[in-house]
Nanobody, 126 residues
């Protein structure tokens, strides 16, 4: 059974850091591009970052460039989102996802990603 399970969310102060993890099982992660999305209450799910199946390329939403880093460990079937210099914002849920793609789409949209975790909540607040 294909599964993605996020962890690492929580409450953090502005300027702080969090590292999200997505543990996968039931499929060969090497064949999939993977991505992180964020959804605030009442808003659409937005792409944050994507990394190609080989890990050789990644892209980011403009709002997180220079602060977030996506990475993957195919041997461990896990990928990550390191979030630094977090800005104050209301609660949001971060979702990890996987799509049977080689590379990432230029614009990180929901469409190509078929498999999703259940999300982990992140709140940046003092």
């Amino acid at each position: 059974q294909l599964q993605l399970v996020e962890s690492g969310g929580g409450l953090v102060q502005p300027g702080g850091s969090l590292r999200l993890s997505c543990a996968t099982s039931g499929f060969t992660l090497d064949d999939y591009a993977v991505a992180w999305f964020r959804q605030a209450p009442g808003k659409e799910r937005e792409g944050v970052s994507c990394i190609s199946s080989s890990g050789s390329s990644a892209n980011y939403a403009d709002s997180v460039k220079g602060r977030f880093t996506i990475s993957r460990d195919n041997a461990e079937s896990t990928f990550y989102l390191q979030m630094n210099s977090l800005k104050p914002e209301g609660p949001g849920v971060y979702y990890c996802s996987a799509g049977e793609l080689g590379g990432c789409p230029r614009s990180i949209g929901i469409q190509p990603f078929d498999y999703w975790g259940r999300g982990t909540q992140v709140t940046v607040s003092s």
